[in-house]
């Protein structure tokens, strides 16, 4: 079991141009949560999803961000019209099931806004 | 509001000194606490869980109800724990994270 994947590592992106985070999660597991951490903070949730479904989008920016877990595939948090304030690292997080009894990361993706 | 509070945002300690991770939470009902570290480099990962009363790495922590604490604790720092610390509590389905407290050992 690879773990938590997550590409890319490292994401360069200017300014108005899309951003797309993939998230593998663990073999098994069917909860995704995307967090973000900007500089100097701690981890902000983001998102959290289940195959197909969107279950809590409470920290998601109300626009330009988006996310979703496919049936099949990676989970995606897409980032539209990139400004310089998106640059962070975005970490995925899988879990079995529901309620994130035990969570296991990714490495993150960073992402830098030039 | 619910939230988690990590007070200190640096702390050092000199190593073989005795650590506590401060983690305070204010919100009701009985919540899933967890430590999560990251040293440096690596991915995010569970240090402990309060409902397994574990000790990992020499790590403890206490859940006090009436102080709404979690603190973490080892009674002899050593080098290797230097690294990001974050107190969790599972709110409402999903992990909330403090802002994190970064540990440095001093030799």
């Known amino acids: 079991n690879a773990g938590v994947m997550q590409n890319p590592r490292h994401l360069v992106r200017r300014r108005g141009q899309e951003a797309r985070l993939r998230c593998s999660p663990m073999k098994g597991h069917s909860h995704v949560y995307w967090y973000r951490q900007l500089p100097e903070e701690g981890l902000k949730f983001m998102v959290y999803?289940?195959?197909?479904?969107?279950?809590?989008e409470s920290g998601m920016p109300k626009e330009r961000f988006s996310a979703e877990f496919p049936k099949e595939g990676p989970s995606i948090l897409r980032i539209q019209q990139v400004v310089r304030g998106d640059s962070a690292a975005y970490f995925c997080?899988?879990?079995?099931?529901?309620?994130?009894?035990?969570?296991?990361f990714g490495q993150g993706t960073r992402l830098t806004v030039v | 509001a619910q939230r988690v509070t990590q007070p200190e945002k640096l702390l050092s300690v000199f190593k073989g000194a005795p650590v506590e991770l401060k983690c305070n939470y204010s919100y009701s009902g009985s919540p899933e606490l967890f430590w999560y570290v990251q040293y440096s480099r690596q991915r995010l990962q569970l240090l402990l869980r309060h409902i397994s009363r574990e000790s990992i790495k020499g790590f403890t922590a206490d859940l006090n109800k009436g102080e709404t604490s979690f603190h973490l604790k080892k009674p002899f720092a050593q080098e290797e724990d230097s690294a990001m610390y974050y107190c969790?509590?599972?709110?409402?389905?999903?992990?909330?994270f403090g802002t994190g407290t970064r540990l440095t050992i001093i030799p």
């Open positions: 999803l289940q195959k197909e479904n969107i279950i809590d």
């Open positions: 997080a899988s879990a079995e099931g529901q309620g994130a009894p035990r969570a296991f």
């Open positions: 969790a509590p599972n709110l409402n389905e999903k992990l909330t």
